[in-house]
């Protein structure tokens, strides 16, 4: 499956970004998709994953962001409100078949095998 994420810019911190990926090649509805972030000098981490079974979200987003899908479309969202300086980063979107037991997971990148160029988030203070 091919990945494009969009969406990302420079907001003030307090404001609201919305990421948007766009899925072609594959079965959307079979992958379940996540976004992952990078900021500089850091390692990329988990942010937020959506599974047969529902969202899950890093504690450090956990309330501010929400994850969602249009299957039709083709299409994963990250709404990112109450945004943060922390949270500035190259954000990507990431997609995988396999399917787990356990939903953690999915929080680790290396369970997923498809991922699209970054889009970066810069939040000022």
């Known amino acids: 499956v091919q990945l494009q994420a969009s969406g990302g810019g420079l907001v003030q911190a307090g404001g609201s970004l919305r990421l948007s990926c766009a899925a072609s090649?594959?079965?959307?509805?079979?992958?379940?998709m996540a976004w992952f972030r990078q900021a500089p000098g850091k390692e990329r981490e988990f942010v937020a994953a959506?599974?047969?079974?529902?969202?899950y979200y890093s504690d450090s987003v956990k309330g501010r962001y929400t994850i969602f899908r249009d299957n039709v479309n083709q299409q994963v969202y990250l709404q990112m409100n109450s945004l943060k300086p922390e949270d500035t980063a190259v954000y990507y979107c990431?997609?995988?078949?396999?399917?787990?037991?356990?939903?953690?997971?999915?929080?680790?990148?290396?369970?997923?095998?498809?991922w699209g160029q970054g889009t970066q988030v810069t939040v000022s203070s």
């Open positions: 090649g594959h079965t959307f509805s079979n992958f379940v």
């Open positions: 990431a997609a995988t078949e396999r399917r787990y037991y356990s939903g953690n997971n999915y929080y680790n990148d290396d369970k997923y095998d498809f």
């Open positions: 959506i599974t047969w079974s529902g969202g």
